[in-house]
Nanobody, 123 residues
Framework: QVQLVESGGGLVQAGGSLKLSCATS????????MGWFRQAPGKERECVAA????????HYADSVKGRFAISRDNAKNTVSLQMNSLNAEDTAVYYC????????????????WGQGTQVTVSS
């Protein structure tokens, strides 16, 4: 199995930045694609960004293109999400997840999930 632990969430003012990190353990990290999802109250969970085991980003939600960047460090078994120009609509619980698919933008394609980290953007 794969264990995922997110960190880096918190409270930030609109226009600011945060960097989320996800530490992984268990099965070989480099064989999994990774994704960042978010879920706000009353909303369905959505895929914000995804990255293949090769390091190629495979998905960005339209709402975050140009503002968020996903990256991974296979040597350290970590995946990160750099979030810039944050606004109130980015407020959500953010989850890190692992998938056996090369391209994966649906929650059903992911096998392992972290506990989530809260991101709150104030205005």
């Amino acid at each position: 199995q794969v264990q995922l632990v997110e960190s880096g969430g918190g409270l930030v003012q609109a226009g600011g930045s945060l960097k989320l990190s996800c530490a992984t353990s268990g099965r070989t990290f480099s064989t999994y694609s990774m994704g960042w999802f978010r879920q706000a109250p009353g909303k369905e969970r959505e895929c914000v960004a995804a990255i293949a085991w090769t390091g190629a980003p495979t998905h960005y939600a339209d709402s975050v293109k140009g503002r968020f960047a996903i990256s991974r460090d296979n040597a350290k078994n970590t995946v990160s999400l750099q979030m810039n120009s944050l606004n109130a609509e980015d407020t959500a619980v953010y989850y890190c997840a692992a998938s056996t698919y090369y391209r994966a933008s649906s929650s059903s394609q992911y096998d392992y999930w972290g506990q989530g980290t809260q991101v709150t953007v104030s205005s």
